[in-house]
């Protein structure tokens, strides 16, 4: 496992802090939160992440949706949505961004790190194949 960095966007601060201490603890490099879809787009093209953790609702103009679309089409960095919402309805919409993965809060750790590990394998075969 090379150590991956991840931007995770969510729009609670105590809870993006959460994340980034869990997943420094699981290995990970943390480069940056954001707080909202039009900030997360910044920092995807500034920092280019291998992987960004991304809630659906955010504060702003942008949900982590369409966020999540934007930066799968700008810049081909992966996402998964790490989400409260679980409903058809916003499934449905996710889809839309094809994300690597959709875990739903509050997760358990060893989820998110095995959702991590698959969307950087298929990332990283999905560029080689190219």
């Given at each position: 496992?090379?150590?991956?960095?991840?931007?995770?966007?969510?729009?609670?601060?105590?809870?993006?802090?959460?994340?980034?201490?869990?997943?420094?603890?699981?290995?990970?490099?943390?480069?940056?939160?954001?707080?909202?879809?039009?900030?997360?787009?910044?920092?995807?093209?500034?920092?280019?992440?291998?992987?960004?953790?991304?809630?659906?609702?955010?504060?702003?103009?942008?949900?982590?949706?369409?966020?999540?679309?934007?930066?799968?089409?700008?810049?081909?960095?992966?996402?998964i949505?790490?989400?409260?919402?679980?409903?058809?309805k916003?499934?449905?919409?996710?889809?839309?961004?094809?994300?690597?993965?959709?875990?739903?809060k509050?997760?358990?750790?060893?989820?998110?790190?095995?959702?991590?590990?698959?969307?950087?394998?298929?990332?990283?075969?999905?560029?080689r194949?190219?």
């Amino acid at each position: 496992m090379k150590e991956a960095n991840i931007l995770v966007v969510e729009d609670e601060n105590i809870v993006a802090l959460s994340i980034k201490k869990k997943l420094e603890l699981m290995g990970y490099s943390v480069i940056d939160t954001a707080s909202s879809g039009e900030d997360a787009i910044v920092k995807a093209d500034l920092f280019y992440p291998d992987l960004v953790l991304m809630d659906v609702m955010l504060r702003g103009e942008m949900d982590g949706i369409e966020a999540a679309k934007m930066i799968r089409e700008k810049f081909d960095i992966p996402v998964i949505f790490l989400t409260a919402y679980t409903d058809d309805k916003t499934l449905e919409r996710a889809k839309l961004a094809e994300p690597y993965g959709y875990i739903s809060k509050p997760f358990k750790e060893q989820d998110l790190k095995s959702n991590i590990e698959m969307a950087l394998h298929k990332h990283e075969k999905e560029i080689r194949l190219r």
